[in-house]
């Protein structure tokens, strides 16, 4: 799917070959012009996003918070006010920047917050180079500003920031808009598929995979009806996971084995996986975070599910997978 510049919105299926912004005037030609209309399309548009009310308005109020922890291009509006975000490397605090083609300078103490406006001492035009340095008075990087319009928003605005080369403030611009047309996913099956069969004792593997960066908490189902917490595998342990990163479980994020239980005569040795991806962390919501591998008791699974359904303003998805024994 291609968002333009203009609001438009393209979705192509199957491969296509050919460049999106070379529009025949034919009206009955049978590519990607036709589907929009026969508009032409520069390659300036590409890449940009539709203005989608709120979500792309959530991203405009962070994109320019400048981080003088990350070298290269930041931009910022002209005429408003800039903030500076408190860096992230202690190596930075405090930080000193140096106007390279003034010798102005000002240190960032970071002691009234996390955020603080842009110096006063140091000039605020387009193609300023500032260096960072810590508190050795070491340079570690610099930072070019570049000004873009303030009468510009939305996806014209992205236009703006990626052709200044401010591509990461792009992105927190589009990420809102993205998470809006394609929800939080997740992807759950095993390295024998969907629907795998097993004998008792044999190892199972887990894939997983999410379509961003999303928190993860998986649940085993035994053949008591018994759920037990799987991942994270501890109290310590982390619950985020990378988007678009396959994980397999069990594995180095995981390290204690899963294996398909054992039949007791005649009745089912069936087990489930059950596992959740949230978009924040859960870990203190949730019940049994401190004793993974340790049955639920009847009345904290119970809370379990009340906790999950009473959820407000979290993107909440969740997927699961049976496994057999022969």
């Not at 203005?51 to 991203?59: D, N, S, W, Y």
């Not at 792009?170 to 759950?188: C, H, W």
Request: aromatic content about 6%; overall charge neutral.
């Amino acid at each position: 799917m291609f968002l333009f510049a203009n609001g438009r919105m393209l979705r192509i299926k199957g491969p296509f070959d050919g460049a999106l912004d070379r529009m025949p005037d034919a009206s009955g030609w049978g590519g990607v012009g036709s589907l929009v209309g026969g508009e032409r399309f520069f390659q300036t548009d590409l890449g940009a996003a539709r203005a989608v009310g709120t979500p792309m308005q959530k991203g405009e109020e962070q994109v320019f918070t400048l981080d003088p922890g990350r070298p290269g291009t930041q931009c910022v509006k002209s005429g408003g006010t800039v903030l500076l975000r408190k860096p992230a490397d202690p190596a930075l605090i405090p930080a000193t920047l140096r106007a390279e083609n003034r010798g102005a300078t000002a240190t960032l103490r970071w002691d009234k917050g996390a955020t603080m406006p842009w110096p006063r001492e140091l000039p605020m035009t387009d193609g300023t180079a500032v260096s960072v340095a810590g508190p050795d008075g070491r340079v570690r990087h610099s930072v070019t500003l570049r000004v873009v319009s303030a009468e510009v928003q939305g996806a014209e605005l992205a236009v703006r920031l990626a052709g200044a080369g401010c591509a990461t403030q792009a992105a927190v611009l589009l990420d809102p808009v993205r998470d809006s047309v394609a929800p939080l996913n997740l992807y759950l099956a095993t390295d024998r598929g969907l629907y795998p069969t097993y004998r008792s004792g044999e190892a199972v593997t887990l894939v997983l995979q999410t379509n961003r960066d999303a928190h993860l908490y998986c649940y085993l189902r035994n053949t008591r009806g018994q759920l037990t917490p799987i991942y994270p595998p501890g109290p310590s342990a982390s619950s985020l996971v990378e988007g678009h990163h396959t994980l397999t479980l069990a594995g180095d994020r995981m390290p204690v084995p899963l294996r398909a239980a054992e039949r007791s005569g005649s009745l089912s040795a069936d087990q489930e996986v059950r596992c959740f991806a949230a978009g924040r962390d859960l870990g203190a919501d949730l019940p049994g975070r401190q004793d993974a591998f340790r049955p639920l008791s009847d009345e904290a699974a119970a809370r379990l599910e009340r906790t999950l359904a009473s959820l407000k303003q979290t993107e909440l998805v969740m997927a699961q997978v049976i496994l057999r024994v022969e």
